[in-house]
């Protein structure tokens, strides 16, 4: 088998505790380039913009809460039809069961977005 002829150079700037972090992970490598090489080509995931993300999840998080405005107005519609005697009460339990889902998503989408300190 013909040796890979390497021979393009790049070079990359770090602090010193990067470099020496850099370095002790290397150290199970036949070298410190075919460290890097692993490390940097053995990436299944692509590199995506952080302002493209930040601005998606910002704009999912306005329509977000456009949900849980609906979902509360639903769920005040509820209370009225069910307290006016409108509607069944296994229906109103259906409903109920359902807005109460579909409510707890929203708060587990919510959490998720304050988590990454999105606003």
């Given amino acids: 088998m013909a040796k890979d002829n390497k021979n393009k150079y790049i070079r990359v700037r770090c602090t010193e505790e990067e470099y020496k972090k850099l370095q002790r992970q290397a150290k199970h490598f036949a070298s410190f380039s075919t460290y890097l090489r692993t490390l940097i080509f ?32 639903i769920a005040k519609f509820m209370n009225y039809v069910e307290k006016n005697n409108l509607i069944s009460d296994e229906v109103t339990e259906n409903l109920a069961h359902e807005v109460r889902a579909t409510l707890n998503i929203y708060e587990q989408i919510c959490h998720k977005i304050n988590y990454l300190g999105i606003k």
Avoid at 42 to 68: A, R, W, Y
């Fill in 42 to 73: 053995s990436q299944e995931k692509s590199i995506v913009d952080p302002k493209t993300v930040l601005q998606s999840v910002k704009l999912l998080t306005t329509e977000i809460n456009k949900l849980g405005t609906n979902v509360n107005q």
